[in-house]
């Protein structure tokens, strides 16, 4: 049961232009979102989160916007860099201690 | 800056055996998890630890595998009698406390090719 959904494998923007990366989960307990991010070889690394009780946060050159009646949730990436071009995954958790991750999302940055 | 640790980076191994894949968690975390990546594949939930027993499992974390904490600072994933199947990347993640709200951190991985 993929109780997270990130519907894009892949993403291509241009160098400067907004990234936006899309995820949709299911589970209306989940209350603490995450974005992290992953590149070759290594651990998923924290980006970004959100709890439940808001619908934006922003951090520098990322903002992470939640809309809980549509389970929505959305990375925004400007400007975009070469250096954000990794897999990004988000994953979500409620009362439990398990995070539920999607599949992520293959962003590439073009220069 | 504190950091996941895991050891090795890459295991192989024959079909059958028995490995033991090692994490040093960030050192004043309580909570402990091992997530597993089968390649092109989600990352996925295998086990919580907490307070010298398990919190939760998944349904992939079977007899066949098992968790330690053993001197206060290593936390080990033990996979009995390994398949193919279990070829994978596995992470382990930490996090300071309890709750929702607190961020999990992971470890690089290990690589494990079951041959």
């Known amino acids: 049961d993929q109780q997270v959904k990130q519907n894009s494998p892949s993403l291509s923007v241009q160098e400067g232009r907004i990234s936006i990366l899309n995820c949709d989960y299911t589970?209306?307990?989940?209350?603490?979102f995450l974005w992290y991010k992953k590149y070759p070889a290594e651990g998923p690394t924290f980006l970004i989160s959100i709890s439940s009780i808001k619908d934006k946060n922003e951090d520098g050159r990322f903002t992470v916007f939640l809309n809980k009646s549509a389970k929505h949730l959305s990375l925004h990436i400007v400007p975009s860099q070469p250096g954000d071009s990794a897999v990004y995954f988000c994953a979500a958790s409620g009362a439990g201690n398990q995070f539920y991750f999607g599949t992520g999302t293959s962003l590439t940055v073009i220069p | 800056e504190p950091e996941v640790t895991q050891t090795p980076s890459h295991q192989v191994t024959q079909m059958g055996q028995e490995v033991i894949l090692r994490c040093v968690p960030i050192s004043n975390h309580l909570y402990f998890y091992w997530y597993r990546q089968i390649l092109g594949q989600k990352v996925e939930f295998l086990v919580s630890f907490y307070n010298n027993e398990i919190s939760e499992k998944s349904e992939i974390f079977d007899d066949q595998f098992s968790v330690e904490r053993p001197d206060g600072s290593n936390f080990t994933l033990k996979i009995r009698s390994t398949k193919l199947e279990d070829s994978a990347m596995y992470f382990c993640a930490s996090r300071e406390r309890g709750g929702t709200a607190d961020t999990q951190y992971f470890g690089p991985g290990t690589r494990l090719t079951v041959l």
């Open positions: 589970n209306s307990m989940f209350d603490y």
